[in-house]
């Protein structure tokens, strides 16, 4: 075979070249593109060629190189997208891969709780506005104008546009009691979840934002041993805890008034420490709704009776999770926020 022919030879030959693997790829590249391939012994072959046919022959050997490299670099694409169609990284056995689900605000927990036990018991939810006036957060709870309540230092003042300072923050959600019973006739029976402020001074242990939930119960013949046996229910559910006892204390919208502490009992430290060393904790205030506040509602307090009691969030959720300060529970850093998971 003359050089000419070993050209067409090889036109032919490569034309025929396939390759579908990585070996059979490899192996075009040694025969052809080796150190002792096709390409390196035909350019040993160029230079028996004569010197008149150099230029002619040369040129063509050089495509013919160009074009086996092109074919080669082809067959390595090749490879490379069919092992990514053929074996798709896709692991289909792997689970897959989760929804950003959030956690529950360690205050929605309590207050959740605290709703699905009342809820049992025939209690519904109300609510009330935050921004409230006077009258449903103190007149017509029986505070005199006088009371020390409305004093700049404990309460939010908010200018009204047509500038009476009428408006507040409620400093409570007792003013949604007000608010159902001017609505709704008795029997009566809700419970009211919602923020509260107070011009108080922020602490570990205070700030001027905190929550509460509320309880009214109005129907006939409601009485005492009512609010009793119902504060034991919720301390048994809630806490877990069957002994409570009532202090006399006072409210102006509740005849007479109570404080509700539960035996927490003093067997650790844990708990001589959050008693103060009594064994009890206080937990609520509570009362038989004054009749004048009944009055002041439309509700007639020679029919109806009933009681009522309040209680803080805050307090509870600091207990059940440990937190230390209050603080944490409004500054959403989600590394506290993302702790709390719930319980469903
Ligand atoms: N509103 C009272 C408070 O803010 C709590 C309370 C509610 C007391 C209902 C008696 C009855 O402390």
Redesign the pocket.
Known sequence: MNFSEKLQQLVADLDQEKASTAEETEQFRIKYLGSKGVFKALFEDFKTVSSDEKRAFGKQLNQLKSTAEAKFEEMKASLNASTTATKPHLDLTRPGSLFDIGAEHPISIIKREIIDIFHGIGFSVAEGPEIEDDWHNFSALNFPPEHPARDMQDTFFVKNPNGSDDFVLR????SV?VRTMTEQKPPIRIIAPGR?FRNEAVSARSHCIFH?I?GLYIDEGVTFADLKQTLEYFAKEFFGKSKIRLRPSY?P??EP?AEVDVYWGLENELDHRITKGTGWLEV????MVDPAVLASSNIDPEKYSGF???MGLERSAMQRFQIPDIRMIFENDVRFLKQFQSAL
Request: glycine share 16%.
């Open positions: 400093t409570h959600t007792s009691q509260v509460q509320e409210f919208f509740t008034s609520m205030g509570c009362g009522a009691f309040g």
